[in-house]
């Protein structure tokens, strides 16, 4: 499982197969015969960026953005966490564990990779959700 974070207001486009021209919410999309398509189009595509990680990692960087809760769904507020993400190099090191095994590093859990990459883009989330004045929904 993993969990998403995203904007409410991110609308959802289904563009059309090149070939048939029908979407996957079109009730007739299983008449194309293209492989690749299969009759349902490209995937859906969302307006507004997102982020999908791994529940054991998306628990990990809550705990990094402050937030330490069971559920894994909710809202966070943008300029909160634009804050947190600030200040993030500074907690990582706690979240962020290689182990070692017969002169291997084996790495359990977020690599300091990983972790940039989930901060530089729910940062792009968190900038787009202050000026459209919503909170990011997760979950």
Same mark, same amino acid.
């Given at each position: 499982? *993993?969990? !998403?974070?995203?904007? $409410?207001?991110? $609308?959802?486009?289904?563009?059309?197969?090149? %070939?048939?021209? +029908?979407?996957?919410? %079109?009730?007739?999309? !299983?008449?194309?015969?293209?492989?690749?398509?299969?009759?349902?189009?490209? %995937?859906?595509?969302? *307006?507004?960026?997102e982020l999908n990680?791994?529940?054991?990692?998306?628990?990990?960087? /809550?705990?990094?953005?402050?937030?330490?809760?069971? $559920? /894994?769904?909710?809202? /966070? %507020?943008?300029?909160?966490? +634009?804050? $947190?993400?600030?200040?993030?190099?500074?907690?990582?090191? *706690?979240?962020?564990r290689p182990t070692?095994?017969?002169?291997?590093?084996?790495?359990?859990?977020?690599?300091?990779?990983?972790?940039?990459?989930?901060?530089?883009?729910?940062?792009?989330?968190?900038?787009?959700?202050?000026?459209?004045?919503?909170?990011?929904?997760?979950?």
């Amino acid at each position: 499982m *993993s969990v !998403t974070f995203y904007l $409410e207001s991110g $609308e959802v486009c289904y563009p059309p197969c090149p %070939d048939c021209g +029908k979407t996957a919410r %079109d009730p007739n999309y !299983t008449d194309c015969e293209r492989p690749d398509c299969l009759g349902y189009g490209p %995937d859906a595509i969302r *307006s507004t960026p997102e982020l999908n990680i791994a529940n054991d990692n998306a628990r990990a960087f /809550l705990r990094l953005l402050g937030v330490d809760k069971r $559920e /894994l769904w909710g809202e /966070l %507020d943008p300029a909160e966490v +634009k804050r $947190e993400l600030a200040t993030l190099a500074y907690r990582a090191p *706690s979240e962020v564990r290689p182990t070692v095994q017969d002169q291997n590093v084996i790495t359990c859990g977020l690599t300091e990779d990983q972790l940039g990459r989930y901060a530089a883009r729910l940062f792009k989330i968190a900038t787009l959700a202050e000026r459209r004045r919503e909170p990011i929904q997760y979950g």
